[in-house]
């Protein structure tokens, strides 16, 4: 990763109008990376329209600076910083404005391409709100409680409460700086990683109807039609593969999400050191060694069986 934010600080200090935008299906990770430093860029004087193409989930709308998100681009923009995006593909916007302004990328996946003019990239970390966090630090952004919040929000998300392997002391160090400085740990625990909706709980009902398992491999899926039924508004998992994934005796984890216009969400997670980023690779996807996913074209039979087949393939080739 750049260590040197001179020419990031230069970029800001040179920019009225700032665009920050983060990707399609945005997680806890993505909306208080944007948000955090979106409310940063704001406070310090310049002009700040966070994008998000999806739209900003319900779950989310309790953060503070949420009512800010749209959806669409403003008319003109000075720099556009993507947050928590492995490539630009994934902000769902044209590749063609890439050549409009400078680019900033900020991001955590080891699979990033580095499509930005500046790229600051840190793979060992365990979510991008570290990496805005210490950009905030280092060039002496303002800060306050809601930004604090946000960049909380974050960790908790994405690390799933401290609980997944990439957690390091720094992670631990930057959450007890936020609840130092005021960051409402419990509360945004209650609402990131306990709280769902109803009719998220219909939904997650009706994928886990679906669950089978084969040896040390679980998977399940969920339709267009289960979300109709359960009357879910998101065109996510409702974080149902973090509960599938804590099903004991399990190395990889599988869930598989129908989508509009006939494509597949795919999301994996797996255990022992196995590399699941290898696979979404394959798919056209990316993430991390035990989280990852990718979006694929064909129907949900077709995409869970060539998906499986490859997944188990893979398993059985690392026992040999």
Known sequence: MKTDFQELKDLINSSEMIVVVSHLRPDGDAVGSLLSLSLSLASSGKTVNPILVDGLPYRFEFLPGSDL????????????ICVDCADFERTGLEKKILQRTPVVNIDHHPTNTTFGNLNYVEPHAAAAVEIVYDIIRAL???????????????????TIGFRTSNVHPGTLRIAADLLDQGADLSELYGYVLNQRTFSAAKYWGLGLEKVQQLGQLVWASLTLADRKVSGYSENDD?????????????????LFIEQPNGKVKISWRARDGIDVAVLAKRFGGGGHKPAAGAMVDGSLLEVQDEVLSATKAYINAGRN
């Open 69 to 80: 998100v749209k959806k669409d681009l403003p008319a003109s923009w000075d720099l556009l």
């Open 140 to 158: 002496k952004l303002p800060e306050d409680r809601a930004i604090r919040n946000n960049l909380m929000a974050g960790l908790l998300a994405d």
């Open 238 to 254: 409702a974080d149902l593969i973090n509960f599938l994934s804590t099903i004991e005796d399990t190395n990889v984890t599988v």
